[in-house]
């Protein structure tokens, strides 16, 4: 029997964690997230990956992945205020989704300074089917990479999105 895809694709593994799995546990976030940033990360060679959630004017972090040894410690219930974060300018389009060097953003003042450096960085929007933005999903490094690509990112960011307005409807 031919199968038409590779079952060892990220994007069918992540595709059938977040879309195969039972959530019980969590009907906001599926379960299987932290695997999938666990992926995300490992195929970017970034050293965090994490959702977010906007709610009440806050950036909450949903789940994270980070690099064993990354600081600072970054944790799920972490938040700032939204408009001082990366992710609300990458939704308003202030920020490209896609940055492979991020100093000069951050030296001409268009991202604040995270207190870390960061290399590259990269996000999307999570968009619920009725439009609304729940949060986003990023990664970054401290180095510059290469070979970044946002891609990834916004393909699983439409699976946890269709997954997300699935329950909530």
């Not at 968009?127 to 690509?149: H, I, M, N, P, Q």
Request: hydrophobic share 40%.
């Amino acid at each position: 029997m031919m199968m038409d895809y590779d079952p060892n694709d990220i994007d069918v593994k992540i595709s059938e964690l977040l879309v195969a799995t039972s959530d019980e546990a969590d009907p906001e976030l599926p379960s299987a997230v932290p695997e999938v940033l666990r992926l995300i990360r490992s195929k970017l060679n970034m050293d965090v990956a994490f959702v977010s959630e906007f709610t009440d004017g806050r950036r909450t972090f949903k789940a994270v992945d980070s690099a064993p040894g990354f600081t600072p410690h970054l944790e799920a219930g972490m938040s700032d205020p939204l408009e001082e974060s990366w992710c609300q300018r990458v939704v308003e389009g202030r920020l490209p989704e896609e940055i492979r060097d991020a100093a000069p953003y951050v030296a001409s003042g268009q991202a604040p300074n995270p207190g870390f450096p960061i290399g590259t960085h990269l996000s999307t929007p999570v968009r619920l089917a009725d439009g609304t933005v729940y949060g986003t999903l990023c990664c970054f490094s401290r180095g510059v990479k290469a070979e970044a690509d946002a891609d990834l990112l916004r393909r699983t960011a439409n699976v946890l999105a269709a997954k997300l307005s699935a329950g909530r409807g």
